[in-house]
């Protein structure tokens, strides 16, 4: 995903957009210089960014030497699915993750998946089960919206804050690319003898997961591994009732055209959204709703039928 410019409708125009992504390459924040040096903005209407992107490469180099949890996890993912230059190895990024990181289960994952890649089937396994004794499961992508919309200045007007907010958590989900630490999470799942460690790390990530994907992965991935199915079922009403919340409450901020009043809520939802993460906050919006867990992810189900009915209805 390219960095994209707000909205041409908005007071604040691709030169703005252009110059904060121009001050965070020049960041003495790492992470910063990452988020912003992989791609360049966007074409909108033959307009591009004259900026040097920094290379990957060099990106990599810049971090020899740091510990930074964040840092690592998104240059494991930007080279494993880069051309690979010579030092850009993913094996050394995610041990390096797991170092830095040394509870966190995804890092132990991300590892696997990397050995899996290199064909290490044995080292890979190992790595596995290491995952399955970490005591926590950390995502990314919370991290990297708030340090991305902490650059955007708050005199923006609202109309302009708001879209690069959005921006901010679009790229968030982008940048944050593991090298397949999900497949191969589902893989060790199908096998029996691996059942109890799957099982440690499905509940970690269900309890410590901050994503609806997160989420959604250990519910699903759970039938796989035999885990009971009133667990599932509850693991699937949760993730069903916080996805209603958030896009329930996403859409009652939209309207056309958009009032002040509008923008201004879209604009505290967004800020909230990305102090929490997305599903700290769908939990904040399902309490404030007043809607039971229940009848929200009965909603949620009832909205998915329509639309694929509709779907499929002919033209």
Same mark, same amino acid.
């Given at each position: 995903m ?6 041409v ?6 030169a703005?957009w ?10 003495a924040?790492?992470?910063l ?9 966007e074409d909108?209407?033959?307009v591009?960014?004259?900026?040097e ?5 060099t990106l990599v180099?810049?971090?020899?030497g ?6 690592? @996890?998104?240059l494991v ?12 190895d ?5 041990e390096?993750?797991?170092?830095a ?5 995804k /890092? ?17 396994r190992?790595?596995?089960?290491? /995952?399955s004794?970490a ?12 340090v991305?919309? /902490?650059?955007i200045?708050?005199?923006?007007p609202p109309?302009?804050?708001?879209h690069?907010?959005?921006a901010?958590l ?10 397949s ?13 691996m059942?109890?460690?799957c ?8 309890r410590?997961?901050?994503d ?20 599932v ?7 069903n009732a ?8 996403a ?6 055209p ?6 201004a809520?879209?604009v505290?939802?967004?800020? =909230?959204?990305?102090?929490?993460g =997305? ?7 399902? =309490? ?6 229940a009848?929200?992810?009965s ?5 998915r039928?329509?639309?694929? @009915?509709a ?5």
């Open positions: 390219r960095l994209r410019a707000p909205s409708e908005v007071p604040v125009g691709i703005d252009d110059r904060l992504v121009e001050a965070a390459r020049k960041s924040d790492l992470r210089r990452i988020v912003a040096s992989i791609d360049g903005l909108r209407g033959g591009y960014s004259s900026h992107v920094i290379p990957l490469e180099e810049q971090a020899r740091s510990t930074d949890p964040m840092v690592l @996890s998104m993912g930007r080279c494993s699915e880069s051309a690979k230059p010579p030092r850009c993913t094996q050394d990024l995610a390096r993750w797991t170092v990181d040394t509870q966190n289960q /890092a132990w994952l991300t590892l696997a998946a990397v050995l899996q890649q290199k064909g290490d089937l044995p080292a890979a190992a790595a596995f089960e290491r /995952a004794r005591s926590t499961w950390h995502e990314h992508n919370d991290d990297i919206a708030r991305i919309a /902490a650059t200045p708050r005199t923006w109309l302009a804050r708001m690069g907010l959005e901010a679009g790229i968030a989900a982008a940048r944050n690319i593991s090298p630490p999900f497949s191969y999470l589902t893989q060790q799942c199908k096998d029996p003898s059942r109890a460690q099982g440690q790390i499905l509940e970690t990530m269900f410590d997961g901050n609806l994907f997160s989420l959604s992965i250990s519910s699903k991935v759970a039938a796989i591994a035999h885990i009971p199915d009133e667990t079922k509850m693991r699937l009403q949760k993730f916080t996805y209603w919340a958030v896009v329930d409450e859409e009652s901020t939209v309207s056309e958009m009032e002040a009043a509008d923008v809520r879209a505290a939802r967004l800020e =909230e959204r990305i102090a929490f =997305e599903m700290r906050y769908g939990q904040r919006v399902l =309490e404030r709703s007043g809607v039971a867990e009848d929200a992810a909603r949620f189900a009832s909205r039928a329509a639309r694929q @009915s779907a499929t209805q002919p033209r």
